[in-house]
Structures are given as structure tokens and as C-alpha cells.
T-cell receptor, first 111, second 113 residues
Framework: QKEVEQDPGPLSVPEGAIVSLNCTYS??????FMWYRQYSRKGPELLMY????GNKEDGRFTAQVDKSSKYISLFIRDSQPSDSATYLC???????????FGQGTTLQVKP | NAGVTQTPKFRILKIGQSMTLQCTQD?????MYWYRQDPGMGLKLIYY???????DKGEVPNGYNVSRSTTEDFPLRLELAAPSQTSVYFC????????????FGEGSRLTVL
């Protein structure tokens, strides 16, 4: 079993839709949870960061962490074609500096 | 402010050849990392460094070597290239080893034939 599982998609939605991206994990020591966005042929860039359980909102993006279920989500409201990218979840136990990444979900938002 | 710079962007190697992927950062970060990304497989950590003179293995270190003689530079050496090393390689740096905010370069695409 992989430490972090993420459905690779691809996921295709119409512009304006609400998008839900998810990851599950098995290591209960993970405390730091991140979402990275990666455009085609570019390096990943940090989109959202959450410590422990709870929600965090930044504009059209909301990150949720449920440690009891070992499940994290990223919601994108009013999705735009510019949101078309691969979204990678990542997590860390915090004491090693090493991130474990999910496979990434490829999202396409159609105009 | 250039951030993390990787060279070369593209390279084709023959089996058994060696090469070095260069990585430089200008943010004065202590922590630097090398990842490889294969299609549909996410990012796998190859090596990392917590400061000049200190390196350690990640998940997939076999076939690679690193050095960290300065804060700015973290080159990745491939010895005796194999087709299994065909991948996109990303260098990253961070100021904090705990929270995981990594700054990535644009990647180096390597093909071994």
C-alpha cells in the first residue's frame, strides 16, 4: 500500500464548476499537508498549506484535512480554464523535512 | 530574483554514459532536494541536503550521487546511465525543513537510450 494515494484522473469539468480533489494516506504521523499545482512542463508550485486538521480558505481554493479519516481535499470554486493543471497533494511528518507526494490529478477546465 | 535554476533543460544520454545535472538557488535556503517525476507516479525523493557539506539519501538514491560544497549549489551526478533513469528531474529548495514549502526549478528532462 502506498503511503499517499491520489486518483490520477484525468478530470474534465466545464468552466464555473466546483472541483473536488482528494488524497488518502496511511501514515498517522503526517501533520503538514500541502497542495501543489503543476502546469505542463513546469515545476510544481505551492498552492495551499495546512497544519493538522481543519479547513483553510484562500480565494477560490479551500483545503480540508480530516486526520481521523486520513483524508485531505482541495476544493476549487468557480473553476477557470487557467486552473487546468496537475494538482499534487503532499504531506510530511515534520521531523524529517521529507515530503511524500501523491501521484497527482490532472484537471482540465473547458471554456 | 531567479529562484531555483536547473541546467540542462533537456538531455539525451546513451546507456553507460555519465552526466551531472546542475542546480543553483539564490534564496539562501539551507535545504535542497532532488526529485524525479515519472508519468503518473508523482515525485520521488532521490537525495536531499540540510546544509553545505551534509547530504542524505531519499527514497530512490541508487544510481545517483550528490554533493553540497556551497549553500547555493546542489549538483546531481548520474553514473552509468540506464534506461530506468529516463525521467524529469526537479531540484527544489526550502528555508524550513518542517513545513514543506518547497520552491522548485523548471525541471531537466533526461532520456537514456
Amino acid at each position: 500500500q502506498k503511503e499517499v494515494e491520489q486518483d490520477p484522473g484525468p478530470l474534465s469539468v466545464p468552466e464555473g464548476a466546483i472541483v473536488s480533489l482528494n488524497c488518502t494516506y496511511s501514515n498517522s504521523a503526517f501533520q503538514y499537508f500541502m497542495w501543489y499545482r503543476q502546469y505542463s512542463r513546469k515545476g510544481p508550485e505551492l498552492l495551499m498549506y495546512t497544519y493538522s486538521s481543519g479547513n483553510k480558505e484562500d480565494g477560490r481554493f479551500t483545503a480540508q484535512v480530516d486526520k481521523s479519516s486520513k483524508y485531505i481535499s482541495l476544493f476549487i470554486r468557480d473553476s477557470q480554464p487557467s486552473d487546468s493543471a496537475t494538482y499534487l497533494c503532499a504531506m510530511s511528518a515534520g521531523n524529517t523535512g521529507k515530503l511524500i507526494f501523491g501521484q497527482g490529478t490532472t484537471l482540465q477546465v473547458k471554456p | 530574483n531567479a529562484g531555483v535554476t536547473q541546467t540542462p533543460k533537456f538531455r539525451i544520454l546513451k546507456i553507460g554514459q555519465s552526466m551531472t545535472l546542475q542546480c543553483t538557488q539564490d534564496m539562501n535556503h539551507n535545504y535542497m532536494y532532488w526529485y524525479r517525476q515519472d508519468p503518473g507516479m508523482g515525485l520521488k525523493l532521490i537525495y536531499y541536503s540540510v546544509g553545505a557539506g551534509i547530504t542524505d539519501k531519499g527514497e530512490v538514491p541508487n544510481g545517483y550521487n550528490v554533493s553540497r560544497s556551497t549553500t547555493e549549489d546542489f549538483p546531481l551526478r548520474l553514473e552509468l546511465a540506464a534506461p530506468s533513469q529516463t525521467s524529469v528531474y526537479f531540484c527544489a529548495s526550502s528555508w524550513d525543513r518542517v513545513t514543506g514549502e518547497l520552491f522548485f526549478g523548471e525541471g531537466s528532462r533526461l532520456t537514456v537510450l
